[in-house]
């Protein structure tokens, strides 16, 4: 059944248990993470915090480069995974929250000052972009950094599921104006990873993803 939600809990839940078994999914997420560590903030983040982590391909690199990390996502069943990951790991500095951060209010729930904000692949699920950039400056400490994954503005058909609703990837230059909107400064853009995939049309096609820092300035 077509869901119209943007934060289709579901979809994730039914793709929990098989997501890291794609191996497409896995080389963007190790590239990703590579890219992400080298622009950690020069000294270690102290609290660190993922939106959209899914089952941790991501935020099981990057933990140990931090002091502690919060990973939210909206999809028990991905969290599942990534809370078996951490029982299995014994991983000592990681703690999941099940929280959709589309939702007013959710993320009051989140307390604490981040000093790095990271994510991958997440910011084309949350609606309003511009709203969500402005929570997360609220949620970070002066000085703190931002690091966000995401896929270049594309042809609508990357997603296999064309009821699914998603931005079709970000334009460089008008996501940089909405995280200056939202405040951030030194904003810049490279490109992580380039994922070659079928598209829903069946074709092969080349899709960029791009790494966006910034960050909060002090006042
Ligand atoms: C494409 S997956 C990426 C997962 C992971 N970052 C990775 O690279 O494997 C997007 C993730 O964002 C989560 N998500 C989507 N909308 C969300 C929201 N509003 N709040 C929190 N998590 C959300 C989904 O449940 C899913 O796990």
Redesign the pocket.
């Given at each position: 059944m077509a869901d119209n939600n943007w934060?289709d809990?579901q979809r994730?839940d039914s793709k929990a248990s098989q997501?890291d078994a794609n191996a497409v999914?896995a080389a963007l997420?190790d590239a990703v993470a590579r890219a992400i560590i080298a622009h950690l903030p020069v000294s270690r983040p102290e609290n660190a915090l993922e939106?959209?982590?899914?089952?941790g391909?991501?935020s099981l690199r990057v933990a140990p480069r931090c002091g502690r990390l919060t990973a939210?996502?909206?999809?028990e069943g991905?969290l599942g995974m990534l809370n078996e990951k951490i029982t299995a790991e014994n991983v000592p500095n990681v703690e999941t929250r099940l929280?959709?951060?589309?939702l007013a209010g959710a993320a009051s729930n989140l307390g604490g000052s981040f000093d790095f904000v990271f994510s991958?692949?997440?910011l084309h699920?949350?609606p309003d972009t511009a709203a969500f950039l402005g929570l997360l400056y609220s949620h970070m400490s002066a000085g703190g950094t931002l690091a966000i994954a995401d896929l270049d503005a594309e042809d609508g058909l990357f997603h296999d599921d064309a009821t699914e609703n998603v931005h079709h990837g970000f334009d460089r230059q008008a996501l940089q104006a909405l995280l200056e909107q939202a405040g951030f400064g030194s904003v810049s853009f490279l490109t992580a990873h380039l994922i070659e995939k079928k598209n829903r049309e069946g074709q092969i096609a080349s899709y960029p993803v791009f790494l966006a820092t910034a960050v909060k300035p002090h006042i």
């Open positions: 934060t809990t994730f997501w999914r997420a939106f959209g982590c899914g089952t391909l991501v939210v996502d909206s999809s991905m929280l959709d951060l589309s991958s692949m997440t699920h949350i």
